[in-house]
T-cell receptor, first 115, second 115 residues
Framework: GESVGLHLPTLSVQEGDNSIINCAYS??????FIWYKQESGKGPQFIID?????DKRQGQRVTVLLNKTVKHLSLQIAATQPGDSAVYFC??????????????FGQGTILTVHP | DADVTQTPRNRITKTGKRIMLECSQT?????MYWYRQDPGLGLRLIYY???????NKGEISDGYSVSRQAQAKFSLSLESAIPNQTALYFC??????????????FGPGTRLTVT
């Protein structure tokens, strides 16, 4: 079946460095790709999304890159801070046909930021 | 997200017991979802509801049932709990016609343990 997965389960960085979290997806028909952040004891929180017809989208300190040729998605966090420590999930969304816009989540990457 | 609340936050129950998890939202969203999260895995969809009269099965609906009592309330029931239903359960909401990305707002989760 279709799936969304992550290359690396953990990532450790120093405060102030840039972080890159990667994700591979398999459903080329997905309309949107989304990144969520989940802090300990909390539900996932929307960070940023990108439509399938885009290659890059920037937010506040975050950039998402989409490479449809190799079905790869990445989240870049600039000047990583200790508060960025969390589990990051990628998800893909297909809104076509009778679909409600189902989200398929990847496994998650644990980001640890060291002071 | 304080706009989506879940009760209880933690529950320990025995095999064979009936359990109900409740979700309430003040976001005014029509769409509501129940997910479960297991260690090392992403979120998997159990049930979803587009509006009060609409209920749909997700990926892993076996052993679960839901009730949409009102636009703001969506309950998940385990009719006869079993140990492999031990997991973290999340409720989420989204706007109608959310063909765009993101847009799912998650509650804080309910940690359920079945002994």
């Amino acid at each position: 079946g279709e799936s969304v997965g992550l290359h690396l389960p953990t990532l450790s960085v120093q405060e102030g460095d840039n972080s890159i979290i990667n994700c591979a997806y398999s459903n080329s028909a997905s309309d949107y790709f989304i990144w969520y952040k989940q802090e300990s004891g909390k539900g996932p929180q929307f960070i940023i999304d990108i439509r399938s017809n885009m290659d890059k989208r920037q937010g506040q300190r975050v950039t998402v890159l989409l490479n449809k040729t190799v079905k790869h998605l990445s989240l870049q966090i600039a000047a990583t801070q200790p508060g960025d420590s969390a589990v990051y999930f990628c998800a893909e969304k297909f809104a076509g046909g009778t679909s409600y816009g189902k989200l398929t989540f990847g496994q998650g990457t644990i980001l640890t930021v060291h002071p | 997200d304080a706009d989506v609340t879940q009760t209880p936050r933690n529950r320990i129950t025995k095999t064979g017991k009936r359990i109900m998890l409740e979700c309430s939202q003040t976001k005014g969203h029509d769409r509501m979802y129940w997910y479960r999260q297991d260690p090392g895995l992403g979120l998997r969809l159990i049930y979803y509801s587009f509006d009060v009269k609409d209920i749909n099965k997700g990926e892993i609906s076996d052993g679960y049932s839901v009730s949409r009592q009102a636009q703001a309330k969506f309950s998940l029931s385990l009719e006869s709990a079993i140990p492999n239903q031990t997991a973290l359960y999340f409720c989420a909401t989204s706007k109608p016609g959310a063909t765009g990305g993101g847009g799912q707002y998650f509650g804080p989760g309910t940690r359920l343990t079945v002994t």
